[in-house]
Protein backbone atom coordinates (compact mmCIF):
# COMPACT_ATOMS: atom_id res chain seq x y z
CA UNK A 1 0.00 0.00 0.00
CA UNK A 2 3.42 1.93 0.11
CA UNK A 3 2.60 5.30 -1.61
CA UNK A 4 -1.27 5.66 -1.32
CA UNK A 5 -3.44 7.75 0.65
CA UNK A 6 -5.27 4.87 2.75
CA UNK A 7 -7.19 7.36 4.98
CA UNK A 8 -8.09 8.72 1.33
CA UNK A 9 -9.23 5.70 -0.17
CA UNK A 10 -11.13 4.63 3.22
CA UNK A 11 -13.14 8.46 3.40
CA UNK A 12 -13.83 8.44 0.03
CA UNK A 13 -15.51 5.36 -0.34
CA UNK A 14 -17.05 5.66 3.15
CA UNK A 15 -18.80 8.55 1.08
CA UNK A 16 -20.09 6.74 -1.13
CA UNK A 17 -21.34 3.61 0.08
CA UNK A 18 -21.40 4.44 4.04
CA UNK A 19 -24.86 4.42 4.68
CA UNK A 20 -25.34 0.75 3.13
CA UNK A 21 -21.97 -0.98 3.93
CA UNK A 22 -19.98 -0.33 6.97
CA UNK A 23 -16.02 -0.43 6.14
CA UNK A 24 -14.51 -2.68 9.08
CA UNK A 25 -10.76 -2.87 7.66
CA UNK A 26 -8.72 -2.22 4.68
CA UNK A 27 -7.41 -5.46 3.41
CA UNK A 28 -5.09 -4.42 -0.22
CA UNK A 29 -5.04 -2.07 -1.89
CA UNK A 30 -3.01 -0.95 -5.26
CA UNK A 31 -3.22 1.64 -8.00
CA UNK A 32 -5.43 -0.47 -9.45
CA UNK A 33 -8.34 -1.37 -7.47
CA UNK A 34 -8.76 -1.52 -3.52
CA UNK A 35 -10.24 -4.12 -1.01
CA UNK A 36 -12.16 -3.66 2.22
CA UNK A 37 -13.82 -6.19 4.52
CA UNK A 38 -17.46 -4.13 5.20
CA UNK A 39 -21.00 -4.91 6.62
CA UNK A 40 -23.98 -4.95 5.07
CA UNK A 41 -25.98 -2.59 7.22
CA UNK A 42 -29.47 -3.71 5.82
CA UNK A 43 -28.64 -8.25 5.87
CA UNK A 44 -26.01 -8.03 8.69
CA UNK A 45 -23.62 -9.92 6.90
CA UNK A 46 -19.87 -10.04 6.14
CA UNK A 47 -19.34 -8.38 2.55
CA UNK A 48 -16.32 -7.64 0.56
CA UNK A 49 -16.07 -4.64 -1.01
CA UNK A 50 -13.84 -4.46 -4.44
CA UNK A 51 -13.25 -0.47 -5.46
CA UNK A 52 -12.16 1.12 -8.50
CA UNK A 53 -11.38 4.38 -8.69
CA UNK A 54 -10.04 5.09 -11.84
CA UNK A 55 -11.98 7.67 -14.22
CA UNK A 56 -10.70 6.36 -17.79
CA UNK A 57 -13.48 4.03 -19.70
CA UNK A 58 -11.15 1.47 -20.57
CA UNK A 59 -10.10 0.37 -17.11
CA UNK A 60 -13.51 1.22 -16.17
CA UNK A 61 -15.04 -1.26 -18.69
CA UNK A 62 -12.82 -4.06 -17.62
CA UNK A 63 -13.47 -4.19 -13.68
CA UNK A 64 -17.11 -4.16 -14.62
CA UNK A 65 -16.67 -7.08 -17.15
CA UNK A 66 -14.85 -9.19 -14.07
CA UNK A 67 -18.04 -8.10 -12.03
CA UNK A 68 -20.38 -9.53 -14.97
CA UNK A 69 -18.39 -12.66 -15.49
CA UNK A 70 -18.30 -13.54 -11.67
CA UNK A 71 -22.12 -12.78 -11.59
CA UNK A 72 -22.48 -15.05 -14.41
CA UNK A 73 -21.11 -17.74 -12.06
CA UNK A 74 -22.99 -19.39 -8.79
CA UNK A 75 -20.83 -22.14 -7.41
CA UNK A 76 -18.95 -22.31 -4.06
CA UNK A 77 -15.73 -22.43 -5.16
CA UNK A 78 -15.60 -18.86 -7.31
CA UNK A 79 -16.75 -16.04 -5.61
CA UNK A 80 -20.15 -14.46 -5.67
CA UNK A 81 -21.03 -10.92 -6.39
CA UNK A 82 -23.99 -9.49 -4.72
CA UNK A 83 -24.16 -5.90 -5.96
CA UNK A 84 -22.19 -3.43 -8.71
CA UNK A 85 -22.59 0.14 -9.70
CA UNK A 86 -20.21 3.28 -10.10
CA UNK A 87 -21.02 6.66 -8.34
CA UNK A 88 -18.65 9.52 -9.56
CA UNK A 89 -15.25 8.34 -9.65
CA UNK A 90 -15.90 5.55 -7.78
CA UNK A 91 -16.90 1.69 -9.44
CA UNK A 92 -17.70 -1.04 -6.75
CA UNK A 93 -18.64 -4.38 -6.24
CA UNK A 94 -20.07 -6.31 -3.39
CA UNK A 95 -19.23 -10.24 -2.85
CA UNK A 96 -19.39 -12.47 0.25
CA UNK A 97 -16.50 -12.43 2.61
CA UNK A 98 -14.33 -15.44 2.41
CA UNK A 99 -12.48 -16.53 5.80
CA UNK A 100 -8.93 -17.58 4.46
CA UNK A 101 -6.16 -16.10 2.97
CA UNK A 102 -4.40 -16.53 -0.28
CA UNK A 103 -2.65 -19.95 -1.20
CA UNK A 104 0.82 -17.87 -1.63
CA UNK A 105 0.34 -16.92 2.68
CA UNK A 106 -0.16 -20.47 2.90
CA UNK A 107 2.46 -21.98 1.12
CA UNK A 108 4.80 -19.27 2.71
CA UNK A 109 4.20 -21.41 6.16
CA UNK A 110 5.37 -25.27 3.94
CA UNK A 111 3.86 -27.05 1.38
CA UNK A 112 0.25 -28.11 2.36
CA UNK A 113 -1.51 -31.17 3.85
CA UNK A 114 -1.92 -33.82 1.59
CA UNK A 115 -5.63 -34.30 2.87
CA UNK A 116 -5.93 -30.32 2.05
CA UNK A 117 -4.70 -30.14 -1.41
CA UNK A 118 -7.01 -33.18 -2.27
CA UNK A 119 -9.81 -31.00 -0.65
CA UNK A 120 -8.79 -27.73 -2.81
CA UNK A 121 -8.65 -30.12 -6.23
CA UNK A 122 -11.73 -31.13 -5.55
CA UNK A 123 -13.38 -27.47 -5.12
CA UNK A 124 -11.46 -26.17 -7.59
CA UNK A 125 -12.20 -28.85 -10.67
CA UNK A 126 -15.47 -28.46 -9.61
CA UNK A 127 -15.31 -24.65 -10.06
CA UNK A 128 -13.99 -25.24 -13.19
CA UNK A 129 -16.23 -27.19 -15.05
CA UNK A 130 -19.04 -24.67 -13.60
CA UNK A 131 -17.80 -21.97 -14.87
CA UNK A 132 -16.66 -23.94 -18.28
CA UNK A 133 -20.65 -24.63 -18.46
CA UNK A 134 -21.28 -20.86 -18.80
CA UNK A 135 -18.66 -20.22 -21.11
CA UNK A 136 -16.43 -18.83 -19.35
CA UNK A 137 -12.59 -19.67 -19.11
CA UNK A 138 -10.74 -18.59 -15.87
CA UNK A 139 -7.82 -18.67 -18.09
CA UNK A 140 -4.94 -17.62 -15.52
CA UNK A 141 -5.27 -18.75 -12.17
CA UNK A 142 -2.37 -17.70 -10.00
CA UNK A 143 -1.64 -18.56 -5.84
CA UNK A 144 -2.70 -15.32 -4.89
CA UNK A 145 -5.88 -15.06 -6.49
CA UNK A 146 -7.16 -18.34 -4.52
CA UNK A 147 -8.35 -17.86 -1.16
CA UNK A 148 -7.93 -21.37 0.93
CA UNK A 149 -9.84 -21.85 4.56
CA UNK A 150 -8.36 -23.90 7.35
CA UNK A 151 -9.41 -26.95 5.84
CA UNK A 152 -8.07 -26.84 2.44
CA UNK A 153 -11.63 -25.30 0.85
CA UNK A 154 -10.43 -23.20 -2.08
CA UNK A 155 -12.14 -20.33 -3.58
CA UNK A 156 -11.17 -18.38 -7.03
CA UNK A 157 -11.41 -14.70 -6.56
CA UNK A 158 -9.36 -13.45 -9.56
CA UNK A 159 -11.32 -13.75 -13.47
CA UNK A 160 -9.25 -10.65 -14.53
CA UNK A 161 -7.73 -12.18 -17.36
CA UNK A 162 -10.31 -14.89 -17.84
CA UNK A 163 -11.67 -15.40 -21.52
CA UNK A 164 -14.86 -13.30 -20.52
CA UNK A 165 -12.96 -10.29 -19.73
CA UNK A 166 -10.46 -10.47 -22.66
CA UNK A 167 -12.40 -7.84 -25.17
CA UNK A 168 -12.02 -5.84 -22.44
CA UNK A 169 -8.37 -5.58 -21.44
CA UNK A 170 -6.45 -2.73 -21.84
CA UNK A 171 -3.67 -2.55 -24.59
CA UNK A 172 -0.44 -3.82 -23.16
CA UNK A 173 -1.41 -5.14 -19.96
CA UNK A 174 0.20 -8.27 -19.11
CA UNK A 175 -0.77 -10.83 -16.68
CA UNK A 176 2.05 -11.49 -13.82
CA UNK A 177 2.51 -15.32 -13.19
CA UNK A 178 2.77 -16.71 -16.93
CA UNK A 179 4.08 -20.28 -15.60
CA UNK A 180 0.71 -20.96 -14.02
CA UNK A 181 -0.67 -20.28 -17.33
CA UNK A 182 -0.99 -22.97 -20.01
CA UNK A 183 1.49 -22.42 -22.93
CA UNK A 184 -0.59 -21.90 -25.49
CA UNK A 185 -2.33 -19.02 -24.34
CA UNK A 186 0.32 -16.99 -22.46
CA UNK A 187 0.59 -14.67 -25.66
CA UNK A 188 -2.92 -13.58 -25.30
CA UNK A 189 -5.41 -16.44 -26.95
CA UNK A 190 -8.49 -17.00 -25.55
CA UNK A 191 -7.88 -20.66 -24.48
CA UNK A 192 -10.34 -23.65 -23.84
CA UNK A 193 -11.03 -26.00 -20.71
CA UNK A 194 -7.89 -28.17 -21.65
CA UNK A 195 -5.70 -24.33 -20.63
CA UNK A 196 -7.41 -24.39 -17.21
CA UNK A 197 -6.57 -27.99 -16.60
CA UNK A 198 -3.07 -26.78 -16.77
CA UNK A 199 -3.80 -23.82 -14.63
CA UNK A 200 -5.55 -26.33 -12.02
CA UNK A 201 -2.51 -29.06 -11.75
CA UNK A 202 0.24 -25.72 -11.38
CA UNK A 203 -1.48 -24.23 -8.29
CA UNK A 204 -2.32 -27.69 -6.71
CA UNK A 205 1.59 -28.78 -7.88
CA UNK A 206 2.82 -25.51 -5.87
CA UNK A 207 0.09 -26.38 -2.82
CA UNK A 208 1.39 -29.85 -2.79
CA UNK A 209 5.29 -28.79 -2.98
CA UNK A 210 5.62 -25.04 -2.21
CA UNK A 211 7.54 -25.10 -5.34
CA UNK A 212 6.33 -23.03 -8.24
CA UNK A 213 6.19 -24.95 -11.36
CA UNK A 214 8.58 -23.96 -14.16
CA UNK A 215 7.70 -21.92 -17.12
CA UNK A 216 8.96 -24.57 -19.89
CA UNK A 217 6.24 -27.83 -18.97
CA UNK A 218 9.78 -29.96 -19.90
CA UNK A 219 11.45 -29.21 -17.10
CA UNK A 220 8.38 -29.58 -14.29
CA UNK A 221 9.70 -32.43 -11.95
CA UNK A 222 6.97 -34.92 -10.89
CA UNK A 223 5.70 -33.50 -6.67
CA UNK A 224 7.19 -36.59 -5.52
CA UNK A 225 10.66 -34.85 -6.10
CA UNK A 226 10.01 -32.36 -4.30
CA UNK A 227 8.12 -34.39 -2.01
CA UNK A 228 8.19 -37.74 -1.76
CA UNK A 229 4.90 -38.54 0.41
CA UNK A 230 2.79 -37.09 -1.97
CA UNK A 231 0.72 -39.62 -3.17
CA UNK A 232 1.01 -41.77 -6.47
CA UNK A 233 -2.18 -41.01 -7.76
CA UNK A 234 -2.14 -37.05 -7.61
CA UNK A 235 1.77 -37.09 -8.79
CA UNK A 236 0.03 -39.31 -11.73
CA UNK A 237 -3.22 -36.62 -12.11
CA UNK A 238 -0.58 -33.59 -11.56
CA UNK A 239 1.80 -34.20 -14.34
CA UNK A 240 -0.63 -35.70 -17.02
CA UNK A 241 -2.37 -31.88 -16.70
CA UNK A 242 0.91 -30.23 -16.68
CA UNK A 243 1.71 -31.66 -20.37
CA UNK A 244 2.82 -29.09 -22.82
CA UNK A 245 0.35 -30.20 -25.30
CA UNK A 246 -3.39 -29.58 -24.97
CA UNK A 247 -4.61 -32.60 -26.50
CA UNK A 248 -1.96 -34.96 -24.16
CA UNK A 249 -3.80 -33.67 -20.91
CA UNK A 250 -7.15 -34.18 -19.89
CA UNK A 251 -9.78 -32.21 -22.21
CA UNK A 252 -11.95 -30.97 -19.16
CA UNK A 253 -12.24 -30.15 -15.69
CA UNK A 254 -15.04 -33.02 -14.85
CA UNK A 255 -12.28 -35.62 -16.66
CA UNK A 256 -9.78 -34.73 -14.05
CA UNK A 257 -11.74 -34.63 -11.31
CA UNK A 258 -13.07 -38.12 -11.96
CA UNK A 259 -9.61 -39.49 -12.56
CA UNK A 260 -8.30 -37.97 -9.47
CA UNK A 261 -11.51 -39.41 -7.52
CA UNK A 262 -11.31 -42.72 -9.05
CA UNK A 263 -7.88 -43.10 -7.29
CA UNK A 264 -8.31 -40.96 -4.27
CA UNK A 265 -11.64 -41.67 -3.27
CA UNK A 266 -14.56 -39.36 -2.60
CA UNK A 267 -14.21 -37.97 0.81
CA UNK A 268 -16.86 -37.84 3.75
CA UNK A 269 -16.02 -36.87 6.84
CA UNK A 270 -18.68 -39.15 8.50
CA UNK A 271 -17.15 -42.21 9.83
CA UNK A 272 -20.72 -43.78 10.08
CA UNK A 273 -21.06 -47.55 8.43
CA UNK A 274 -24.17 -47.96 6.30
CA UNK A 275 -25.17 -51.41 5.98
CA UNK A 276 -22.58 -53.27 3.77
CA UNK A 277 -23.84 -55.10 0.75
CA UNK A 278 -22.36 -59.00 0.70
CA UNK A 279 -18.65 -58.78 -0.76
CA UNK A 280 -17.72 -62.46 -1.03
CA UNK A 281 -17.03 -62.53 -4.39
CA UNK A 282 -14.96 -59.71 -4.30
CA UNK A 283 -11.83 -59.82 -6.29
CA UNK A 284 -8.83 -58.43 -4.90
CA UNK A 285 -9.52 -55.47 -7.49
CA UNK A 286 -12.58 -54.98 -6.51
CA UNK A 287 -11.63 -54.80 -2.78
CA UNK A 288 -8.86 -52.53 -3.18
CA UNK A 289 -10.95 -50.01 -5.87
CA UNK A 290 -14.19 -50.06 -3.01
CA UNK A 291 -11.14 -49.26 -0.30
CA UNK A 292 -9.24 -46.37 -2.47
CA UNK A 293 -13.04 -44.40 -1.98
CA UNK A 294 -13.37 -44.88 1.29
CA UNK A 295 -10.35 -44.08 2.36
CA UNK A 296 -10.42 -40.72 0.65
CA UNK A 297 -8.18 -38.24 2.09
CA UNK A 298 -7.31 -39.75 5.03
CA UNK A 299 -4.82 -42.65 3.75
CA UNK A 300 -3.02 -43.45 0.77
CA UNK A 301 -3.63 -46.98 -0.62
CA UNK A 302 0.02 -48.28 -1.50
CA UNK A 303 -0.15 -52.26 -1.59
CA UNK A 304 -1.49 -55.46 -0.27
CA UNK A 305 0.28 -57.22 2.62
CA UNK A 306 -1.90 -60.35 2.76
CA UNK A 307 -5.44 -61.36 3.61
CA UNK A 308 -7.22 -63.99 5.75
CA UNK A 309 -10.75 -64.81 7.21
CA UNK A 310 -11.31 -60.93 8.92
CA UNK A 311 -10.46 -59.28 6.00
CA UNK A 312 -7.34 -57.83 4.31
CA UNK A 313 -4.22 -55.90 5.58
CA UNK A 314 -2.50 -52.98 3.28
CA UNK A 315 0.32 -50.76 3.76
CA UNK A 316 -0.89 -47.55 3.41
CA UNK A 317 0.36 -43.74 3.83
CA UNK A 318 -1.34 -41.68 6.56
CA UNK A 319 -1.51 -38.42 4.69
CA UNK A 320 -2.59 -36.42 7.89
CA UNK A 321 1.00 -37.62 10.10
CA UNK A 322 2.70 -38.75 6.89
CA UNK A 323 3.70 -41.98 8.10
CA UNK A 324 3.43 -45.60 6.60
CA UNK A 325 0.95 -47.49 8.83
CA UNK A 326 -0.81 -51.47 8.47
CA UNK A 327 -4.35 -50.85 7.18
CA UNK A 328 -6.54 -53.99 8.10
CA UNK A 329 -9.97 -53.74 6.74
CA UNK A 330 -12.61 -56.11 7.32
CA UNK A 331 -14.43 -57.72 5.67
CA UNK A 332 -17.88 -56.77 5.44
CA UNK A 333 -19.78 -59.90 5.98
CA UNK A 334 -18.41 -60.08 9.64
CA UNK A 335 -20.02 -56.39 10.70
CA UNK A 336 -23.37 -56.94 9.45
CA UNK A 337 -24.38 -57.89 13.05
CA UNK A 338 -24.41 -54.34 15.07
CA UNK A 339 -23.36 -56.66 17.89
CA UNK A 340 -20.44 -58.05 16.51
CA UNK A 341 -19.41 -54.13 15.33
CA UNK A 342 -19.77 -52.88 18.55
CA UNK A 343 -18.01 -55.56 20.41
CA UNK A 344 -15.09 -54.97 17.68
CA UNK A 345 -14.65 -51.68 19.04
CA UNK A 346 -15.01 -51.82 22.61
CA UNK A 347 -12.13 -54.93 22.29
CA UNK A 348 -10.12 -52.54 19.69
CA UNK A 349 -9.82 -49.77 22.07
CA UNK A 350 -8.90 -51.62 24.71
CA UNK A 351 -6.19 -53.17 22.65
CA UNK A 352 -5.44 -49.63 21.54
CA UNK A 353 -4.28 -48.71 25.55
CA UNK A 354 -1.59 -51.38 25.18
CA UNK A 355 1.79 -50.18 25.26
CA UNK A 356 4.95 -52.31 24.67
CA UNK A 357 8.24 -52.74 22.64
CA UNK A 358 6.83 -56.00 21.71
CA UNK A 359 2.91 -55.35 20.62
CA UNK A 360 2.19 -53.57 17.55
CA UNK A 361 0.16 -51.02 18.74
CA UNK A 362 -3.14 -50.14 17.44
CA UNK A 363 -3.68 -46.45 16.05
CA UNK A 364 -7.28 -45.71 15.60
CA UNK A 365 -10.24 -47.17 14.00
CA UNK A 366 -12.25 -46.06 11.17
CA UNK A 367 -15.36 -46.53 8.79
CA UNK A 368 -16.86 -45.32 5.52
CA UNK A 369 -18.63 -46.93 2.85
CA UNK A 370 -19.89 -49.93 4.48
CA UNK A 371 -16.56 -50.59 5.50
CA UNK A 372 -14.72 -51.08 8.64
CA UNK A 373 -10.91 -50.86 9.53
CA UNK A 374 -8.07 -50.11 11.95
CA UNK A 375 -4.75 -48.61 11.83
CA UNK A 376 -1.50 -49.85 13.63
CA UNK A 377 2.32 -49.97 13.35
CA UNK A 378 3.66 -50.89 10.40
CA UNK A 379 6.33 -53.78 11.12
CA UNK A 380 8.25 -54.31 8.00
CA UNK A 381 9.96 -57.55 8.35
CA UNK A 382 8.09 -60.71 7.56
CA UNK A 383 5.26 -62.66 10.10
CA UNK A 384 7.03 -66.17 11.36
CA UNK A 385 4.63 -68.07 8.81
CA UNK A 386 6.90 -66.23 5.72
CA UNK A 387 9.82 -66.89 7.64
CA UNK A 388 10.04 -70.49 8.17
CA UNK A 389 8.93 -70.81 5.01
CA UNK A 390 11.43 -69.19 3.68
CA UNK A 391 14.09 -70.19 5.76
CA UNK A 392 12.73 -73.27 7.06
CA UNK A 393 12.95 -74.07 11.15
CA UNK A 394 14.67 -71.89 12.80
CA UNK A 395 17.71 -71.74 15.26
CA UNK A 396 17.03 -72.36 18.64
CA UNK A 397 18.33 -69.14 20.15
CA UNK A 398 15.78 -67.11 17.82
CA UNK A 399 13.15 -69.31 19.07
CA UNK A 400 14.12 -68.76 22.57
CA UNK A 401 13.79 -65.08 21.75
CA UNK A 402 11.10 -65.22 20.57
CA UNK A 403 9.13 -66.76 23.53
CA UNK A 404 11.02 -64.32 26.07
CA UNK A 405 9.89 -61.68 23.89
CA UNK A 406 6.26 -62.85 23.31
CA UNK A 407 6.32 -63.96 27.23
CA UNK A 408 7.13 -60.19 28.16
CA UNK A 409 4.35 -58.99 25.52
CA UNK A 410 1.64 -61.31 27.33
CA UNK A 411 2.69 -60.46 30.54
CA UNK A 412 2.05 -57.06 29.85
CA UNK A 413 -1.27 -57.67 28.02
CA UNK A 414 -2.71 -60.40 30.94
CA UNK A 415 -1.88 -57.77 33.57
CA UNK A 416 -4.48 -55.24 32.16
CA UNK A 417 -6.88 -57.90 31.68
CA UNK A 418 -6.42 -58.57 27.73
CA UNK A 419 -6.37 -61.96 26.18
CA UNK A 420 -5.10 -62.34 22.32
CA UNK A 421 -7.11 -65.59 21.63
CA UNK A 422 -5.21 -65.84 18.37
CA UNK A 423 -1.65 -66.44 18.83
CA UNK A 424 -0.30 -67.91 15.17
CA UNK A 425 2.43 -67.28 13.26
CA UNK A 426 0.68 -65.30 10.92
CA UNK A 427 0.48 -62.58 14.39
CA UNK A 428 3.97 -62.67 14.72
CA UNK A 429 6.15 -60.52 13.28
CA UNK A 430 9.58 -59.16 12.82
CA UNK A 431 11.61 -56.34 13.21
CA UNK A 432 14.58 -55.89 10.79
CA UNK A 433 16.45 -56.22 13.89
CA UNK A 434 14.88 -59.88 14.39
CA UNK A 435 12.51 -58.30 17.54
CA UNK A 436 9.56 -59.42 17.67
CA UNK A 437 5.87 -57.70 17.42
CA UNK A 438 2.86 -59.39 18.34
CA UNK A 439 0.02 -58.40 16.84
CA UNK A 440 -4.05 -57.98 16.71
CA UNK A 441 -4.39 -58.47 20.24
CA UNK A 442 -7.80 -59.07 21.61
CA UNK A 443 -9.85 -59.41 17.99
CA UNK A 444 -10.53 -62.86 17.30
CA UNK A 445 -13.14 -63.10 20.08
CA UNK A 446 -14.73 -59.59 18.93
CA UNK A 447 -14.85 -61.02 15.40
CA UNK A 448 -15.93 -64.78 16.16
CA UNK A 449 -17.95 -63.96 19.33
CA UNK A 450 -18.28 -67.09 21.61
CA UNK A 451 -18.67 -69.52 18.15
CA UNK A 452 -16.63 -72.12 17.57
CA UNK A 453 -12.86 -72.14 17.90
CA UNK A 454 -12.91 -68.89 19.63
CA UNK A 455 -10.26 -67.91 17.50
CA UNK A 456 -6.79 -68.95 16.80
CA UNK A 457 -6.93 -70.15 13.33
CA UNK A 458 -3.98 -70.23 11.49
CA UNK A 459 -4.47 -69.10 7.44
CA UNK A 460 -5.71 -72.37 6.10
CA UNK A 461 -8.64 -72.30 7.98
CA UNK A 462 -7.79 -74.90 10.71
CA UNK A 463 -7.05 -73.73 14.34
CA UNK A 464 -3.92 -76.28 14.80
CA UNK A 465 -2.49 -73.31 17.20
CA UNK A 466 -5.55 -72.90 19.05
CA UNK A 467 -5.81 -74.39 22.87
CA UNK A 468 -8.32 -77.10 23.43
CA UNK A 469 -10.48 -75.05 25.89
CA UNK A 470 -11.03 -72.69 22.64
CA UNK A 471 -11.65 -76.13 20.54
CA UNK A 472 -14.42 -76.96 23.25
CA UNK A 473 -15.85 -73.21 23.25
CA UNK A 474 -15.06 -73.19 26.90
CA UNK A 475 -13.98 -69.74 28.54
CA UNK A 476 -10.35 -68.89 28.24
CA UNK A 477 -8.13 -66.97 30.06
CA UNK A 478 -3.79 -65.58 29.59
CA UNK A 479 -3.05 -69.57 29.87
CA UNK A 480 -4.87 -70.56 26.53
CA UNK A 481 -2.26 -67.48 25.32
CA UNK A 482 0.80 -69.44 26.98
CA UNK A 483 -0.48 -72.86 25.86
CA UNK A 484 -0.49 -71.50 21.52
CA UNK A 485 2.80 -69.39 22.43
CA UNK A 486 4.12 -73.14 22.92
CA UNK A 487 2.65 -74.47 19.83
CA UNK A 488 4.15 -71.47 18.47
CA UNK A 489 7.28 -72.30 19.12
CA UNK A 490 7.16 -75.97 18.03
CA UNK A 491 6.13 -74.61 14.87
CA UNK A 492 9.50 -72.70 14.61
CA UNK A 493 11.64 -75.65 15.59
CA UNK A 494 9.99 -78.60 13.48
CA UNK A 495 8.62 -76.14 10.35
CA UNK A 496 5.17 -77.70 11.77
CA UNK A 497 2.52 -77.48 14.52
CA UNK A 498 3.08 -80.02 17.52
CA UNK A 499 -0.84 -81.52 16.53
CA UNK A 500 -1.76 -81.38 13.33
CA UNK A 501 -5.16 -82.29 11.84
CA UNK A 502 -7.23 -81.72 8.74
CA UNK A 503 -10.01 -80.78 11.24
CA UNK A 504 -11.07 -79.06 14.73
CA UNK A 505 -12.11 -82.51 16.10
CA UNK A 506 -8.90 -84.23 14.70
CA UNK A 507 -6.76 -81.47 16.41
CA UNK A 508 -8.73 -81.45 19.51
CA UNK A 509 -8.18 -85.72 19.69
CA UNK A 510 -4.55 -85.47 19.41
CA UNK A 511 -3.96 -82.24 22.00
CA UNK A 512 -6.08 -84.49 24.86
CA UNK A 513 -3.14 -87.14 24.51
CA UNK A 514 -0.48 -84.99 26.07
CA UNK A 515 2.15 -86.56 23.06
CA UNK A 516 3.85 -83.57 21.45
CA UNK A 517 6.02 -84.38 19.22
CA UNK A 518 9.89 -85.46 20.59
CA UNK A 519 11.38 -82.21 19.87
CA UNK A 520 15.27 -83.60 20.83
CA UNK A 521 14.69 -86.82 17.76
CA UNK A 522 13.87 -84.14 15.32
CA UNK A 523 16.16 -81.30 17.31
CA UNK A 524 19.10 -82.95 18.87
CA UNK A 525 20.32 -78.79 19.48
CA UNK A 526 17.12 -78.49 21.61
CA UNK A 527 18.18 -78.94 25.31
CA UNK A 528 16.31 -81.44 27.75
CA UNK A 529 15.10 -78.64 29.52
CA UNK A 530 13.63 -76.31 27.34
CA UNK A 531 11.78 -79.26 26.09
CA UNK A 532 10.38 -80.21 29.17
CA UNK A 533 9.04 -76.45 29.37
CA UNK A 534 7.40 -76.01 26.35
CA UNK A 535 5.78 -79.93 26.98
CA UNK A 536 4.60 -78.30 30.32
CA UNK A 537 2.79 -75.05 28.28
CA UNK A 538 1.16 -77.41 26.36
CA UNK A 539 -0.39 -79.58 28.78
CA UNK A 540 -4.48 -80.21 27.62
CA UNK A 541 -4.72 -79.89 31.49
CA UNK A 542 -5.29 -75.54 32.08
CA UNK A 543 -4.66 -76.28 35.58
CA UNK A 544 -1.43 -78.32 34.62
CA UNK A 545 0.18 -75.39 32.74
CA UNK A 546 2.10 -72.57 33.75
CA UNK A 547 -0.12 -70.75 35.77
CA UNK A 548 1.27 -66.85 34.44
CA UNK A 549 3.35 -65.66 31.70
CA UNK A 550 5.88 -64.67 34.48
CA UNK A 551 5.77 -68.30 36.13
CA UNK A 552 6.32 -69.54 31.96
CA UNK A 553 9.28 -66.89 31.61
CA UNK A 554 10.90 -67.66 34.74
CA UNK A 555 10.90 -71.43 33.82
CA UNK A 556 12.28 -70.98 30.36
CA UNK A 557 14.89 -69.02 31.61
CA UNK A 558 16.04 -71.53 34.13
CA UNK A 559 15.83 -73.90 31.55
CA UNK A 560 18.04 -72.18 29.32
CA UNK A 561 20.76 -71.73 31.74
CA UNK A 562 20.33 -75.67 32.72
CA UNK A 563 20.74 -76.70 29.39
CA UNK A 564 23.86 -74.29 28.99
CA UNK A 565 25.22 -75.71 31.79
CA UNK A 566 24.73 -79.32 31.30
CA UNK A 567 26.89 -81.96 28.96
CA UNK A 568 25.10 -83.46 26.53
CA UNK A 569 25.28 -86.91 27.84
CA UNK A 570 23.06 -89.50 29.52
CA UNK A 571 22.07 -87.13 32.46
CA UNK A 572 19.93 -84.75 29.81
CA UNK A 573 18.55 -87.86 28.65
CA UNK A 574 17.76 -89.37 31.63
CA UNK A 575 15.75 -85.95 32.60
CA UNK A 576 13.78 -86.17 28.96
CA UNK A 577 12.86 -90.29 29.70
CA UNK A 578 12.04 -89.44 33.48
CA UNK A 579 9.41 -85.80 32.16
CA UNK A 580 7.76 -88.28 29.50
CA UNK A 581 7.36 -91.07 31.83
CA UNK A 582 5.66 -88.59 34.69
Known sequence: MSGLDTTSLWQQTDAVLGERYRLERLVAANVERVLFQGLDRLLNRRVSVRINFYTTDVVRSWFLREAEALARLDHAAIRHVYDVGVRGNLAYRIGNWIEGEGLHEAVARGPR????????????LRGLEHAHTWGVVVRRMVPSGLLVSPGGRGTLTDLRFSSYTLPTIPAGEQPTGLHFMAPEIRGGQSGDPACDVYGAGAVLYYAITGVEPPPNPADIPPPTQHRA????ALDRVLMRALR????????????????????AGEFSTSLLVEAAPSVETDSARQWEKRLRRALGDDYELLDELGSGGFGRVYRVRDLHLERLVALKVLHPALIQDPEVLERFRKEAQLAARLNHPHLVSIYEIGGRGGLIWYTMEFVPGPNLAQRVEREGPLPVEKV???????????????????????????????????????????????????????????????????????????????????????????????????????TAVQVLARQTTDDPPDLREFRPDVGPWLEQVLRNALRADVGARFPSAADFLTALNRAVKRDAGSAPSPIGQMVSRIFRSS
Open 229 to 232: ACPV
Open 400 to 502: VRLLREGLTALLHAHGTGLVHRDIKPENLLFEPDGSLRITDFGLALALRGSGSYGGATSQSGTPRFASPEQLLGEQVDGRSDLYSLAAVAYYALLGHPPFEGS
Open 244 to 263: EAPAKRYLTAAEMLDDFASE
Open 113 to 124: PIPDVHNLARFL
